[in-house]
């Protein structure tokens, strides 16, 4: 066990710090989660089901964003590619 600090704003940080890292952990977990199925939504073919993928993947890397769980660049990155992938199977 994880000996606390004797201060009680400190506790406290600790604490919250805590309850933080697991949220953000959720959220990235979920988002990664969300790539990769719609990376093996391409492999399938079906129209459809990439469209709905990548629409899920694509909020779900804003909102992590947004939550300050990945940096905005990183997001961007993320977004422009999966951009590029989804253009380049449409457009066949």
Known sequence: MKKLPNIKSAKKRVLTSER?????????????????????????GDIEEIKSKFSEAYRLVD??????VIHKNTAARQKSRMNKKFNKITAS
């Open 63 to 68: 909102k992590a964003a947004a939550k300050g």
């Open 20 to 44: 933080r890292r697991l949220r953000n952990r959720a959220y990235r977990s979920s988002m990664k989660t969300s790539i990769k199925r719609f990376e093996q939504s391409l492999e399938t």
